[in-house]
């Protein structure tokens, strides 16, 4: 029996507040940069999960193709190729969100700024404002349930996000992308929402039209960020570390290079030199009187 209980967030209804703001159109040198055949439905969900699982490879045929449409719908929860269920993939993936925010919040940086109308002030207002009505308005999502939205990988509960007047969009996405893979494991709750977001085809072979007013207006304004290069840093001093902690700089590549000092030095030791090619061999010496790096006094 379907759940009437709306909105409800999960994968399917955030996947279609996402394909609302998609971008239509990309250059082929665009495509080939980011690695992707297209700004299909497929594509963004091929992103997704890698984000969520790194070593996912789309598998050949049209499975994926297929499963997508029925996530997007919220008639299925996971598959061969969905692998939201997989419990070592969920606890990895929350062990990234916690240990390592950096390098996930450019990949999902990344992401938004290839897929979507990142550069559209009003659209990516909607997107935001569409996201937060649903939390709100989700009575299954408690008070004091948390989100990993905050830009420094921090998280913030469910009352203080609604309430907040400044967001990073990609943190944004992550934190509710990371909350849906955790604890929304039932991706069919968000049927009723789909359900009544769109106005069913007048002909046969027509697609469903989203038609929900949901994003156009929010209780408070937000001021909404894009960036997402300014801790790319950070990311490679994570990253980079095979112990998984920030490496600090070798302090021969960091600190600055100082002029060599002329340094007069009168060494008294007992010697032994051996010189080849032309010159004087010296075979010992008790006294060494050096200038400026060259000997000019030997007894």
């Not at 979507?116 to 909607?126: A, F, G, H, M, V």
């Not at 997107?127 to 004091?144: A, C």
């Not at 960091?254 to 002029?259: D, E, H, N, R, V």
Request: aromatic share 8%; proline share 4%; glycine share 6%.
């Amino acid at each position: 029996m379907m759940n009437t209980n709306t909105p409800r967030l999960c994968g399917g209804t955030f996947f279609v507040l996402l394909l609302r703001e998609k971008r239509k159109n990309r250059t082929k040198k665009q495509l080939q940069n980011f690695g992707s055949d297209g700004l299909t439905n497929v594509a963004l969900m091929e992103h997704l999960i890698q984000l969520f699982d790194d070593t996912f490879m789309k598998p050949s045929g049209d499975s994926l193709d297929n499963r997508t449409s029925l996530y997007k719908k919220c008639e299925l929860s996971e598959a061969d190729c969905l692998p939201f269920n997989d419990d070592a993939l969920i606890a990895s993936f929350d062990r990234k969100v916690k240990n390592n925010y950096p390098a996930l919040l450019v990949k999902m940086g990344e992401i938004a700024d290839f897929f979507l109308t990142d550069d559209n002030e009003d659209k990516i207002r909607e997107l935001v404002f569409s996201i937060l009505t649903v939390i709100k308005e989700d009575v299954t999502i408690q008070p004091t349930d948390r989100f990993y939205s905050m830009s420094d990988g921090t998280s913030i509960s469910k009352t203080a996000l609604l309430n907040t007047k400044e967001l990073n969009l990609p943190s944004f996405l992550l934190g509710v992308w990371h909350y849906i893979l955790m604890y929304r494991h039932d991706n069919t709750v968000g049927a009723a929402t789909i359900a009544s977001w769109h106005t069913a085809p007048q002909e046969k072979g027509d697609k469903h039209k989203f038609s929900s007013s949901i994003g156009r207006s929010f209780d408070h304004d937000i001021k909404i960020s894009t960036d997402y290069e300014i801790i790319a840093d950070a990311e490679q001093d994570i990253i980079e570390d095979t112990n998984g902690e920030p490496q600090a700089e070798d302090a021969a590549e960091s600190a600055p290079a100082q002029p060599v000092p002329i340094v007069n030095q009168a060494i008294q030791n007992q010697f032994n030199f051996y010189q080849t090619g032309n010159g004087i061999n010296i075979g010992h010496a008790d006294k060494v009187e050096i200038k400026g790096g060259k000997v000019v006094n030997l007894k």
